[in-house]
């Protein structure tokens, strides 16, 4: 890239971090600001961490997501809430993953499943401009796309006949996760099926923001951030130190909200018709 080019990209980027800020200015979201290090690991079975060592017995973690931080505000009545914020993924690198990027996070109150992906889909178009969308249930896409792929692992046969099909003419959000799947979501049942209330956003193959109607039972937020540390061990990586604190604001009471995870880098590569980050 050429110096005039990294320059137009740089005020470009400046100008959109702008519009961000001012969609949520418009919408009444408090900007806030939470620590990138923690003595705590947001805990995820597939997400490595970055170590930070205070002294010989001291470590901390550089953080994956804001979202622990985020709900602690939210149980100190905060109100709605986003961050623009830089997070950290160890041995993540390649055309759409870098171990540092940039996420846009926010959490709202007193609203509902189908109004907030509504809100999403404005953000979305501050960066990919107005596009036509289609809501599909997780078990269709996967009927659609991943029966004939060779592998006995969803995981896989998601990553590599299901998501490429995503989003090719229009945004395609991701509805009905397995509950196996659920993280840090609530869930609900759909047809006799228990489901996870939560989504995903895909334009042109690639996963663009994870969304949840948030988990507040604390005993169930506990119990599942002990198991994704027992399915860690499970695949020979280290378990970490779960967040008391979180448990603690979410025995306070965390409100019933909706939360997302959108990747800036991606939708701003995206923006730019830049091939990778």
């Known amino acids: 890239m050429s110096l005039a080019s990294k320059s137009s990209a740089l005020k470009a980027r400046g100008e959109t971090l702008k519009k961000v800020r001012i969609f949520f200015e418009e919408r009444a979201v408090l900007e806030v600001d939470t620590p990138l290090l923690s003595k705590y690991a947001p805990i995820d079975v597939h997400i490595d961490l970055f170590e930070v060592h205070f002294s010989e017995n001291e470590k901390g973690y550089l953080h994956s997501s804001p979202e622990y931080g985020m709900k602690k505000l939210l149980a100190n009545d905060s109100g709605d809430i986003y961050q623009l914020s830089h997070v950290f993924r160890k041995d993540e690198i390649g055309r759409l993953h870098r171990p540092e ?71 395609t959000i991701i509805t009905d996760y397995p509950k196996e799947q659920a993280a840090l979501a609530q869930t609900k049942w759909v047809d006799g099926v228990e489901v996870a209330e939560r989504f995903e956003f895909y334009y042109q193959g690639i996963e663009l923001g994870n969304g949840y109607h948030e988990l507040t039972d604390p005993v169930e937020q506990k119990n599942r951030l002990l198991q994704a540390n027992q399915d860690r061990i499970a695949l020979g990586k280290p378990p970490l130190p779960y967040d008391e604190e979180l448990i603690a604001a979410l025995e306070k009471g965390l409100p019933d909200c909706y939360g997302i995870a959108l990747g800036f880098d991606r939708l701003f590569m995206l923006q730019q018709k830049h091939s990778s980050l």
């Open 101 to 171: 990027f940039t996420m846009i996070e926010w959490y709202r109150t007193e609203t509902t499943f189908e109004a907030f992906i509504e809100e999403n889909l404005a953000l979305l178009s501050l960066f990919l401009g107005p596009l036509p969308y289609e809501i599909v249930p997780y078990k269709e896409a996967f009927a659609r796309y991943g029966n004939k792929y060779p592998s006995d692992d969803p995981n896989i046969i998601w990553g590599c006949a299901v998501e490429p099909h995503l989003g090719n003419e229009k945004i």
